[in-house]
């Protein structure tokens, strides 16, 4: 038998101390990390918040008043950044759905979206989604960027009534067709607030573009997107 190379053994000895692995490589990580700090020097940020606009920004203004935006990494196919999304996503992790919230919030804190919006306003599932998945990411990833940039997450000013199909496969004019009529806004709750939609990932923009275009119609006074990931080859 091949010995076995001293970083398992070190990492083996650190797992009795630090009982969480990192998500991406497995290496032990304290127990409020979920990727250790080589993986998430690695992982790709946009740094849209070191620019005065950015593909998404100019992506959603095209078709609808969207007063700013921003994402924290580039979606990239087979790559941790599409691990993380699908773990928090499909396997019910909501701490780390948490965790990504505020790693994003830590890059926004400069921009002082505090004194520009009012709330942070998830994107909704279907009640029938909900039960089946048992939380919605968006909520708990709004629940981490609240926590560090302080505006607060109202969860009822979007309500959904309608699902949509999965969107990979889809043109913007598909999803935007299949996505119309699918919010409800509380409207009373809305009127004369700036708000931000908060999304896992953008990648025709449809979804955020109908959310706030709802917000707008309902008398919102100026609208925002922050999402995880941005998918730039769409
Ligand atoms: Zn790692």
Known sequence: MQPLPVSVYIRDFLHLFL???????????QKDQAICSLCHA?????????????????????????????????FIKKSPIQQILHEIKYRTDKDLAYIMGRTFAEKLLPEGLK???????PVPLSAQKLKKRGFNQSVEIANGLSSVLDIPVETH???R????????????SDRYYQLNGA???????????SLLVVDDVSTTGATAE?????LLNAGANSCGLLCLAYRADF
């Not at 009534?161 to 913007?172: E, F, L, P, V």
């Open 157 to 159: 000013l979007l309500d």
């Open 19 to 29: 009982p969480n692995s990192c998500l991406i490589c497995r290496y032990p990580v």
């Open 183 to 193: 919010f409800v806004v509380d409207e009373k709750n809305v009127r004369s607030r």
């Open 161 to 172: 009534i309608k699902d949509g199909k999965s969107q990979t496969s889809k043109s913007r």
């Open 210 to 214: 109908i959310c706030m275009s709802e």
């Open 42 to 74: 690695e992982l790709p940020f946009t740094n849209f918040w070191e620019r005065a606009t950015n593909p998404l920004l100019e992506q959603l203004q095209a078709r609808t008043p969207c007063a700013y935006a921003s994402a924290c990494f580039y």
């Open 115 to 121: 004194h520009k919006f009012d709330a942070l306003t």
